[in-house]
């Protein structure tokens, strides 16, 4: 129902077992078998407290809502990635705003057991910003209203990620919150915790 980014778990040495034991074997063999793989390729993963990784799944899309708060933070452009990735021509690295970010995904009355929709959604048309800290609110389970163009409504699921980039986690937290509050729909759902194992190794 949340995520953030970057995760302080990972560090330098995580990233370098997760490349080395998981993502290039998988590259790899995908490779030697013919089938050399071009695109986005999403490791769910598991870090134990040894710091080795376990992987849970894979899927060759975008992880939701992982990906917003990366988005958040990449400075490079999205379609210039994409078309190098496709030409083979991909820089080895993409840059990035070193602040955190971290995203609160609003769901549906209901979810996950079940789903509302055609809620009319209020306080989306004027949430940009919020104090100095850079806000989006990203939409995914919406749509417009059949009786009011001008309204958007619920449909189902997970329906927005609100998602904040801030100095640390604990300032994005506070500003994502802030703007989830302001919006309103029936049943509306959210955690409030998002980023709490971020933020007290912050504290420590």
């Not at 560090?11 to 986005?40: C, E, L, N, R, W």
């Not at 809502?65 to 078309?83: G, K, N, W």
């Not at 937290?173 to 802030?178: I, M, P, T, V």
Request: aromatic share 6%; net charge negative.
């Amino acid at each position: 129902m949340g995520a953030y980014s970057p995760a302080p778990v990972v560090t330098k040495d995580v990233h370098d077992k997760v490349m080395s034991q998981v993502i290039q074997p998988v590259v790899d063999a995908m490779k030697d078998a013919g089938h050399p793989y071009t695109g986005f390729l999403y490791a769910g993963l598991m870090i134990d407290k040894a710091g080795d990784p376990y992987v849970i799944e894979f899927n060759c899309r975008f992880g939701d809502p992982e990906t917003q708060p990366i988005l958040m933070r990449l400075q490079s452009s999205m379609v210039d990635l994409v078309a190098q990735g496709l030409a083979g021509q991909l820089p080895s690295e993409a840059k990035w705003d070193n602040r955190p970010a971290l995203g609160i995904v609003v769901a549906s009355k209901g979810y996950p057991e079940t789903s509302s929709k055609g809620d009319v959604i209020a306080g989306l048309p004027e949430l940009d910003t919020t104090n100095d800290n850079a806000v989006k609110v990203f939409h995914a389970g919406t749509a417009f209203s059949n009786d009011n163009e001008n309204e958007v409504v619920t449909n189902g699921g997970r329906v927005l990620c609100v998602t904040a980039l801030a100095n640390n986690i604990s300032e994005a937290q506070q500003a994502a919150l802030a703007v989830t509050a302001a919006i309103s729909f029936d049943g509306a759902q959210y955690r409030r915790d998002i980023g709490h194992h971020a933020i007290a190794r912050e504290n420590a």
